[in-house]
T-cell receptor, first 114, second 112 residues
């Protein structure tokens, strides 16, 4: 299994509070991604990173920000959590220089916003 | 139209059965195709890549039909442990490189 960890694994927070989720990898992969997964929607890309300090928006980026100050860490921040951000959040990594584009996922964070 | 469409199922099949899942994608420029497997409350895991010539990995066979923009996964001799949700995944080559688009998944339950 790819060396990807996410923290926390579970979190309950109140509407309006800031929340930061962390993804940590030991594979030295260049690309990192944050997804959310909701019933009926599948996995949707929030933000991704193609290098240290290089990030870009995905399909559902509103209300989220990211930072990547080191190759191994990719942080996802909900500036002011809303109930619509209750979801399961997955981090993924992908290696540069390969002809294929497979991604490998972390174990996920279950976030509940009350 | 969704970029990647799958029959959500559920597919309930007896052990030993052969089952096939289909998936269609909308972007004809897509270059990379995958099947992922996701167990309940777990992360998606890469099952296999899908190549133009078709490919097989043990009991699993994946095929790609570019003309029809169609991907399939065949599972032979189903095992109880095959019960999971199977995600069809496509690299649409839209926007920046290396992004993947995921189908919503097809749920499979293999019954004893």
């Amino acid at each position: 299994d790819a060396g990807i960890t996410q923290s926390p694994r579970h979190k309950v927070t109140e509407t309006g509070t800031p929340v930061t989720l962390r993804c940590h990898q030991t594979e030295n992969h260049r690309y990192m991604y944050w997804y959310r997964q909701d019933p009926g929607h599948g996995l949707r890309l929030i933000h991704y990173s193609y290098g240290v300090k290089d990030t870009d928006k995905g399909e559902v980026s509103d209300g989220y920000s990211v930072s990547r100050s080191k190759t191994e860490d990719f942080l996802l921040t909900l500036e002011s959590a809303t109930s619509s951000q209750t979801s399961v959040y997955f981090c993924a990594i992908s290696e540069a220089g390969r002809s294929s584009y497979e991604q490998y996922f972390g174990p996920g964070t279950r976030l509940t916003v009350t | 139209r969704k970029e990647v469409e799958q029959d959500p199922g559920p597919f309930n099949v007896p052990e030993g059965a052969t089952v096939a899942f289909n998936c269609t994608y909308s972007n004809s420029a897509s270059q990379s195709f995958f099947w992922y497997r996701q167990d309940c409350r777990k992360e998606p895991k890469l099952l296999m890549s899908v190549y133009s010539s078709g490919n097989e990995d043990g009991r699993f066979t994946a095929q790609l039909n570019r003309a029809s923009q169609y991907i399939s996964l065949l599972i032979r001799d189903s095992k109880l442990s095959d019960s999971a949700t199977y995600l069809c995944v496509v690299n649409p080559l839209s926007g920046s490189a290396r992004q993947l688009t995921f189908g919503s998944g097809t749920q499979l339950t293999v019954l004893p």
